[in-house]
Every structure is written in C-alpha cells, then in structure tokens.
C-alpha cells in the first residue's frame, strides 16, 4: 500500500520537499484512482477533497482575502467532504501559521516546495501514473531495436537469448531478459522494464549469465522502453498450419487492454533471425507512418487487373468489326 510517508521518501529530493506540519498523518493510504491520477492531486478545491491538495500563490492570495473565521469553515470543510491525503505549499510560499496549526490538529501532512503549483502537479501525476499502473510479467526478452520496444517471445528452446545477443552485438540495446515488466502508463502505452534483480542479465544456454553492461558496455542496455512491437518465434511447422503466409489484417496482441502490432518468425537452421527481425521493426515503423506495403501491393494488383481487363474488352470489340 502507498503512504504518505512513501511518497516523501520518494519525491522530497526531487521536489525539495520540506514536512511543515501533521507528521501525525505519515501513514495515510493514498487510494489509487478508478480514473485518472488527476483525481488523486490537484489545485486547491473542496469539490476534490479527498485529494492531495496544492497550494500556490492564487490559492494564498484566496486564504488572505477571507477572515479567520472563514478560513477555518473552509478547511473544515475539508473534514466533511472527503480528508485530504496530504497538502503542499509550492511556489517558494511559507505556509502561514493557521495552517500549519489546522494540519497539526488534524493530522493532515503538510509540506512546502520551492517549485511552482503546476510543475508540482505535472510531477505528482506522472508519479502516480507510474505508482499505480496496471502491470503484468511476461516471459521474453524485451530489446530496444532502432528506438523500438520489441518483445521477443516464444517457446523454450527456440533461441530467444541467442537472437538478443546477436542483436545486442549489432549495436541494440537489452532492457529485460526472461521476466520483462510490462505497466500500462497511459491509455495506449506499454511501458516495459527489467526487474531489479535481473537488471543487465542475459542467459544464454551453454554459456551460461552474461553482464551485457560490463561485456558491451554502457549503451548496451536501457532502463525501460515503451513496447511497440511483438515477435513471436514460431517452429516452420506451426507457422503453415496456423498463420496465413500474406496475412490481410495486422497481427496484433492484446496486453493489458492495449493492442500491440505483432509478427511471426518462423525458426529454422539457416536463418538470418536478426535481420529478419530489423526488417520487421523498420516495416513496423513505415506503418505507424502510413506505410502499408501489402496494402499498396493489393491497389497496385488491382489496378494491373483493371487494365488487363479494359484491355481485352478493346481486343473484343476491335476482332468483331
């Protein structure tokens, strides 16, 4: 569960996170969204109480206009509507005293941060966002091939380890060998990641655990990358049994609600996997562009046909005069 207490220790460096007041408050639980993150942190607002609310120089400026009565009736209400997580005063503002003195009482988490109100919600979003992700595990390797996130998978044995090498050495980089993190961090997006432990690993089946890090170095592997890109090693025989050879439609797979583009390669003793698999990730590319080769191919077909067909309307027509 994600408290308060987590969430400072996670974001107080970046932030600058300085705890005013309600360290009584640590251990609240911040709920995750049905929604969006933009329900868990916003600008100061009794019609989302129950969020982290932030605090710049508008909402100050409010607080001065009203009287110490008033003041206190509005962060009551906050008491009604739905307690607050926490509350942050941005913009390099020092919380005034009744404030601190309101999140003492009721042990409501108060902190101050040089940044700007809205720089502070862009970031806190994007925490959460992160935080609260829907996820799963996959078994695969997950390689960033031309800036493309592209899970490798298939049956054991079929040489998925040795296809990450080679294109390791090839210059691409490796993000997750064997259990790949896959979090859905926005509508359409797949975000994929390796294990901390398993971070820089590769097996590969006779040699045994290699460090890509410290044999290829640095720009050998990557942190996270967003999956565009399944491809699925297949045995030749699967392959004419269960897939059409020009398939009409893009194959694609479905990973925590998201549709992802997806090719089939077929294993066999002489071929060339890795730049079969490059050739795949630059047609993927062409598409997400527009591109559609096989489609271009089926007009230029029809077209060819069209004129075939005009034409021996002609050579009919001129044979009956």
């Not at 720089?119 to 595990?137: K, S």
């Not at 890509?212 to 640095?218: A, N, P, R, Y």
């Not at 890109?229 to 269960?242: C, K, N, T, W, Y």
Request: with cysteine; hydrophobic share 45%; charged share 25%.
């Amino acid at each position: 569960m994600q408290s308060i207490a987590t969430l400072f220790n996670d974001v107080s460096e970046r932030l600058e996170l300085a705890w005013r007041a309600g360290q009584d408050g640590a251990f609240r639980i911040l709920a995750k969204s049905r929604t969006a993150s933009a329900d868990l942190v916003g600008h100061l607002n009794l019609i989302h109480s129950a969020r982290i609310q932030i605090i710049g120089k508008a909402e100050l400026a409010y607080f001065d206009w009203l009287t110490e009565e008033k003041r206190l009736e509005y962060l009551n209400d906050f008491l009604t509507y739905g307690e607050p997580p926490a509350m942050v005063v941005g913009d390099k503002l020092e919380p005034p005293p009744f404030l601190i003195d309101w999140c003492n009482e009721h042990a409501v988490p108060l902190f101050s941060s040089p940044e700007s109100s809205a720089d502070l919600i862009d970031y806190l979003r994007v925490y959460f966002n992160r935080m609260f992700a829907e996820q799963c595990t996959r078994h695969g390797v997950l390689m960033d091939v031309l800036g493309v996130g592209v899970l490798i998978c298939g049956d054991s044995g079929l040489g998925k380890s040795e296809l990450a090498l080679e294109l390791i050495s090839r210059g691409h980089g490796l993000v997750a060998d064997d259990a790949v993190e896959l979090l859905r961090t926005a509508p359409d997006y797949i975000e994929g990641r390796c294990p901390w432990l398993l971070q820089n690993l590769l097996e590969v089946r006779g040699i045994g655990l290699l460090d890509i890090k410290t044999i290829f170095g640095e720009t050998a592997v990557r942190r996270k990358i967003k999956l565009r890109l399944i491809a699925q090693l297949i045995r030749r025989s699967d392959l004419e049994e269960h897939y059409e050879r020009l398939p009409s439609q893009t194959l694609t797979e479905e990973i925590l609600g998201v549709d992802v583009r997806k090719v089939v390669l077929p294993v066999a003793a002489g071929r060339n996997l890795a730049v079969l698999l490059e050739a795949a990730v630059r047609s993927t590319v062409m598409q997400l562009r527009g591109i559609n080769t096989l489609k271009d191919f089926m007009e230029r077909q029809q077209l060819a046909m069209e004129q075939e067909s005009q034409q021996n309307t002609q050579l009919n027509g001129q044979s009956e005069f």
